[in-house]
């Protein structure tokens, strides 16, 4: 089944403790990119990556890292977090081409809380 | 900077009603996409609209692309409870890859 899945679905953690969340996609997708939702600021992207070893800051990129090491996976680094980083963390990928009218495939969602 | 605004925000309608939601922007899209998310779960690609005036139905759901590529409606017919969700529209600006989310309609239908 064509599917992006992200690790933890839930996490709580404290604030400063170093946290990985990944995201692993098995549909070839050249484009992956990070989300935030938050109640009524909507989705924000965090960073995204065109292809492996590119990646670039997207609207609220700070407080997080990502690599693309790997076609495949995508992880999104939080070094030290804030509860301000509380939120609901969405994955996605998609074919990319100059028309730009491949849709993205989403994962379910990581829930963190930093207290 | 392009500002995109969904209305309405919120939505609370009976089983079997018709509704219409909206995308307004004030740039020209390259295209559009609308997304439907399900409580605790991703967003799900529900259509691409390209060409301005461009009309696609999916069984009870009809889009509709504004003539000059600013905006976009959603109207669900006869609508059931399995429509609840968040509706949001996803437009690509000219000369972009990037997508911009909106902050979405929140639809309830009750049975």
């Known amino acids: 089944e064509a599917q992006v899945t992200q690790n933890p679905r839930y996490l709580i953690t404290v604030t400063g403790k170093k946290l990985t969340v990944t995201c692993s996609q098995n549909m070839n997708h050249e484009y992956m990119s990070w989300y935030r939702q938050d109640p009524g600021l909507g989705l924000r992207q965090i960073y995204y990556s065109m292809n492996v070893e590119v990646t670039d800051k997207g609207d609220v990129p700070e407080g997080y890292k990502v690599s693309r090491k790997e076609k495949r996976n995508f992880p999104l680094i939080l070094e030290s977090p804030s509860p301000n980083q509380t939120s609901l963390y969405f994955c996605?990928?998609?074919?990319?081409?100059?028309?730009?009218?491949?849709?993205?495939?989403f994962g379910s969602g990581t829930r963190l809380t930093v207290v | 900077t392009q500002l995109l605004e969904q209305s309405p925000q919120f939505l609370s309608i009976q089983e079997g009603e018709n509704l219409t939601v909206y995308c307004n922007s004030s740039s020209v899209f390259s295209s559009l996409q609308w997304y439907r998310q399900e409580p605790g779960e991703g967003p799900v690609l529900l259509v691409t609209?390209?060409?301005?005036?461009e009309v696609k139905k999916l069984k009870r759901l009809t889009f509709q692309f504004g003539d000059a590529r600013k905006d976009s409606s959603l109207h669900i017919t006869a609508a059931q409870p399995g429509d609840t969700g968040l509706y949001l529209c996803?437009?690509?600006?000219?000369?972009?890859?990037?997508?911009?989310f909106g902050k979405g309609t929140k639809l309830s239908v009750i049975p």
């Open positions: 996605a990928s998609s074919f990319w081409s100059s028309t730009g009218n491949y849709g993205y495939t």
């Open positions: 996803a437009p690509r600006g000219a000369g972009s890859y990037q997508l911009t």
């Open positions: 609209v390209v060409t301005g005036g």
